[in-house]
């Protein structure tokens, strides 16, 4: 009896010491995001002299209302762009992907075992190596600085890792569903899209989830597609906020808030589906 | 037959012509055009690996003159290194001993959940929260060193050359430390509890548990992490650009934004691209590693 009040009472210790290390290590993440979080509804004189001084404090939405409004890189219209180039650059390549990982799976036709290998392959390459040319093919299309070049570029880029993944997503799906329905004489397209797309939903819910934020946060790739300023991307924005020298912290970590605001919702909502496709898609 | 032939040839076309000439377009073509563009100089006439030895060669790659005893730009290629020296080992260790520590801890579900705010946050946000926490008067970082007596090293980590690439690559654990904590914790929920309680009831202690049970079965996990990591680590770019634009006096010019200013500013499309296969073939290499590691965890 003693023994065992001895032992809990060490458990319980222990458990309280894990708690206080943990929330301390936690905190090396909480105070940098809550500084943000500070910075964006207080004034930049007050953040001069650190966001954690709180012996005057004067909360609004200014800083907002400024990012949004900014007299050279205004968020509003950047997230209005993002916004355009991001849905298009999720759905298009999840259709096509998945088109490609079912012809790949189910159609008996030479070449197909070679050209998965390829794709595979070009899962490798980082987009440095195609930026220059890339920059030159959509120049010569006319497509270049348009947000429909951007689209156009994303879609491809996602097909590569949507491809891989659909097709492991798809060779889980039990194939006897399929089999009678073409017994029933439904042909490729309609058991594709009336049987096996309604069958991948989480699969491809998890696909939504990771390209849109993927596209959402690229630079990069916007960076070399699109230079006109008032086709310029939400991520493309944040860098022209500051100056050299003297930076308006308020202004640049509401901007920041809002650019995050969009992939955070796709976060929250699609949690489940966003953490099973990373670890599904990193640990296949 | 005829029929019946063509009409597999339109199914065919069908589910794999968009993606395979979307594929060619603008994956295949770039490509290969960076690789022949590596072996070319300007005119387009093949020069062979000059390109490669004037690039790799260059102060902006490798610049032995300081480095690594005077003070940088030290070039890409050293950048990168120590971004993966300090970066990957805090990433696992961390990653790691976090999802342990957050097993069961009142309040763990918000904890990892901030932590997780890193892999959602755009980089090019994180390099502008880079720049805030380690600002000398507006950043946290610098009120916690004027608070233990730290007044030397109290400054804008990210304006010196001496400090920057060190800022960047501590906000930057910062940031994808969300990534392998949700992979170890994911991990960790796979590992039977008995494999504890047997280990408890030999004698074993939190920490020989952790060494001798965690540890070598989160290995799956580890080479996943490690692979993942070190592949971001060499195209790390967003981040750099947004916090210190390569500077300060290109201190923290890492091969991606070389990459990126020899193709874009210097207009030198022939040099970018040696840099461009460069990193190509590290991750290849990574990528062999990976996938050759993953087999042998498998037997």
Redesign the interface.
Known sequence: MLSTTKKSKKITF??AA??V???L??L??????M??LM?SVRPQIE??????NLEEVHLSFDNFINAWNHPTAPMGQGIRNSLLVTIPATILPLI??T??A???MR?K?PGRKI?LVM?VL?????????????FR?LNDMNLINTLPGLI??H???G??WI?IFMRNYLSTLPPEMEEAASLDGAN??QI?FKIVLPLSLPGLASVAALQF?WV??D??MA??TIYEPNLLTA??R??L??GQYS?D?GV??AA?LI??AI??LV?VFLQKYY?KG??GW??K | MFKKKLR?FF??A???F???I??T???????V??LS?SVMNADGEFVGLQNFKEVLFSKNIINLDRFPFKSPPWGAIPDNAIWILIHLPLVVLLGMV?AV??KD????S??KS??F??M??????G???I???F?E??G?VN?ILRGVGLDQFVRSWTAYPDTALLALILGSV?LW?GFSL??YS?GLSTIPQEYYEAAEVDGAN?FQRFVHITVPLLK??TI?VIS?TLLWE??I??LV??AT?GGPGGASTVL?LR??SL??RALD?NK??V???L??AL??II?VWLSRANRGSED
Do not use: C
Request: no cysteine; net charge positive.
């Open positions: 222990q458990r894990v708690t290390v943990a929330w290590a936690g090396i993440w909480i105070v940098p995001f500084g943000i910075a953040l001069i002299h650190g966001w954690w096509i992907a088109l490609f079912y012809g790949l159609l036709f050209l794709v070009l899962l490798s390459i980082p987009q440095q190596m195609v930026a220059v040319p890339l093919i156009i570029t879609t491809s880029w097909l590569i491809t490729r397209l594709f934020t959402w946060n630079f990069f960076l070399i991520t493309q944040i860098p906020l500051k930076v912290w640049l970590s920041s650019v995050t992939p955070l976060f953490i990373l670890i990193t640990t | 597999t199914e065919v069908l589910f794999t968009p993606a395979i979307l594929l377009i603008f994956v295949i073509v770039p490509a055009q960076t563009l976090l520590l957050l801890v009142w309040g763990a918000f904890i901030v932590i705010l890193g959602i946050t755009p980089m090019v946000v390099g502008g929260i720049r805030f926490i600002d008067h507006a946290v009120a910062l430390t949700i992979l994911s939190g799956p996990v996943t993942m060499l195209k770019f967003d650009y947004s634009g991606a990459m990126y193709a874009f499309s970018s691209a840099i461009a296969v990193i190509t991750t290849l990528g």
